[in-house]
């Protein structure tokens, strides 16, 4: 499905009626002609028909002719790893003055 705004946007999946990926969340962090959304979701598993653990999606997405297009995606596969990033991040951010400038990010 093609999204026009950001609101539409999903990486939920389903195929032949069956919901394949599953939003759980999701939280815009750069909005405008290109635009960062992170997911958490889960994953069916198709051989015991349940869901997965937890994981997470950060994508890219530029809007050409009126619709949001899929770039680019760096899915980070457990908890563990999300941790991980995030204790990089906290480390790399700690004693950088403001952080809010840069926010919109256009690359």
């Given at each position: 499905m093609a999204a026009s705004t950001v609101e539409e946007i999903t990486i939920s999946y389903e195929e032949e009626g069956i919901l394949l990926v599953k939003e759980l969340d999701k939280e815009v962090l750069t909005k405008g002609g290109w635009t960062t959304i992170m997911f958490k979701y889960q994953d069916l598993d198709k051989t015991t028909n349940s869901f997965k653990a937890t994981k997470i999606s950060i994508r890219r997405y530029q809007k050409q002719s009126g619709e949001y297009k899929q770039k680019s995606k760096f899915n980070i596969s457990s908890?563990?790893?999300?941790?991980?990033?995030?204790?990089?991040?906290?480390?790399?951010?700690?004693?950088?003055?403001?952080?809010?400038?840069?926010a919109g990010g256009e690359d």
């Open positions: 908890i563990a790893q999300a941790k991980k990033v995030l204790d990089v991040l906290t480390k790399w951010t700690e004693n950088e003055a403001g952080g809010e400038a840069d």
